[in-house]
């Protein structure tokens, strides 16, 4: 559409020269009309002519636009361009100054490095020198060390053997001692094991001890389930084990005329009597006890 405004410019441009007189002189003689007007032929239609000189002013002042439009867009085209080199020298000058930062900071590291360097070596050189004199410090200190650990150790060794030698005499003499005392302690333990034995014996030849026997015995009967296959004249030795709270903590049968049956009813009915009763003279109590279960027929 523009290319075709372009290049039919004058043409458009005569039909809107005639369009607009047309208009003009129509709105003229609208306004001039009488109010009664009487019939009359219409009035001639007035051509405009559009000169040369008009057209090649158009056309100028066309090219004219055409030329600023020209200039704006070299004229941008070169503020463009100027940016882009002010913006390049821009970076370069950052490039430049970042290279040169990076060589001052590498020519000061390997000055660092240098003086690192120098300062280790003259401290390698004071610490072998202080190494050396440490060294011989040392090797006179370890020979007296070794003079004195030699002089000492003979000593030691003449009184490691006076103390072997009074060791081995008060051995003698403890050992002798231990004897006498275990001969002694044997002689009193053996004393009160017969002591013990004979009150033992004492108490269960007392009619405390079978008293005690006979309530045991009796509340084991008490407890006890006779089995059908029982018969009359049972007698069973029976073995119990006690804690001071009278407590069964086990049970066995050492002889019996009874079957198995009778044997686990005796054993079950001591288990249910438990705790059995206590002796009436707490001197009278062991640990194990060893009575007769006879039930009654």
């Given at each position: 559409?523009?290319?075709?405004?372009?290049?039919?410019?004058?043409?458009?441009?005569?039909?809107?020269?005639?369009?607009?007189?047309?208009?003009?002189?129509?709105?003229?003689?609208?306004?001039?009309?009488?109010?009664?007007?009487?019939?009359?032929?219409?009035?001639?239609?007035?051509?405009?002519?559009?000169?040369?000189?008009?057209?090649?002013?158009?056309?100028?002042?066309?090219?004219?636009?055409?030329?600023?439009?020209?200039?704006?867009?070299?004229?941008?085209?070169l503020e463009r361009?100027?940016?882009?080199?002010?913006?390049?020298?821009?970076?370069?000058?950052?490039?430049?100054?970042?290279?040169?930062?990076?060589?001052?900071?590498?020519?000061?590291?390997?000055?660092?490095?240098?003086?690192?360097?120098?300062?280790?070596?003259?401290?390698?050189?004071?610490?072998?020198?202080?190494?050396?004199?440490?060294?011989?410090?040392?090797?006179?200190?370890?020979?007296?060390?070794?003079?004195?650990?030699?002089?000492?150790?003979?000593?030691?060794?003449?009184?490691?053997?006076?103390?072997?030698?009074?060791?081995?005499?008060?051995?003698?003499?403890?050992?002798?001692?231990?004897?006498?005392?275990?001969?002694?302690?044997?002689?009193?333990?053996?004393?009160?094991?017969?002591?013990?034995?004979?009150?033992?014996?004492?108490?269960q030849a007392s009619?405390?001890?079978?008293?005690?026997?006979?309530?045991?015995?009796?509340?084991?009967?008490?407890?006890?389930?006779?089995?059908?296959?029982?018969?009359?004249?049972?007698?069973?030795?029976?073995?119990?084990?006690?804690?001071?709270?009278?407590?069964?903590?086990?049970?066995?049968?050492?002889?019996?005329?009874?079957?198995?049956?009778?044997?686990?009813?005796?054993?079950?009915?001591?288990?249910?009597?438990?705790?059995?009763?206590?002796?009436?003279?707490?001197?009278?109590?062991?640990?194990?006890?060893?009575?007769?279960?006879?039930?009654?027929d």
């Amino acid at each position: 559409m523009l290319e075709f405004a372009r290049e039919h410019a004058l043409s458009l441009l005569v039909a809107a020269l005639l369009h607009a007189t047309l208009l003009t002189l129509l709105v003229t003689g609208l306004s001039r009309r009488p109010e009664a007007p009487a019939p009359a032929a219409p009035p001639p239609v007035q051509a405009v002519a559009i000169s040369e000189s008009d057209l090649r002013a158009a056309e100028q002042r066309r090219a004219d636009a055409r030329e600023a439009e020209l200039r704006r867009q070299r004229e941008a085209e070169l503020e463009r361009q100027r940016e882009e080199e002010a913006r390049r020298q821009a970076e370069l000058r950052e490039q430049r100054e970042r290279a040169e930062a990076q060589q001052r900071a590498e020519a000061e590291r390997r000055a660092r490095e240098e003086q690192e360097a120098e300062r280790a070596r003259q401290a390698e050189e004071a610490r072998k020198a202080e190494a050396a004199r440490k060294a011989e410090e040392a090797r006179q200190a370890e020979e007296a060390r070794k003079a004195e650990a030699a002089r000492k150790a003979e000593e030691a060794r003449k009184a490691e053997e006076a103390r072997k030698a009074e060791e081995a005499r008060r051995a003698e003499e403890a050992r002798r001692a231990a004897e006498q005392r275990a001969r002694e302690e044997m002689q009193r333990q053996l004393a009160m094991e017969v002591e013990e034995e004979q009150r033992r014996l004492a108490l269960q030849a007392s009619g405390e001890y079978a008293a005690w026997l006979g309530a045991i015995q009796a509340k084991v009967a008490r407890n006890w389930n006779r089995p059908p296959a029982a018969r009359p004249g049972i007698a069973c030795e029976v073995r119990v084990s006690l804690i001071p709270g009278m407590q069964v903590v086990n049970a066995e049968i050492l002889s019996c005329n009874g079957g198995e049956a009778v044997r686990r009813s005796i054993l079950a009915a001591v288990e249910r009597a438990s705790p059995l009763p206590r002796p009436s003279d707490p001197a009278l109590f062991e640990r194990s006890i060893v009575f007769v279960f006879k039930p009654e027929d």
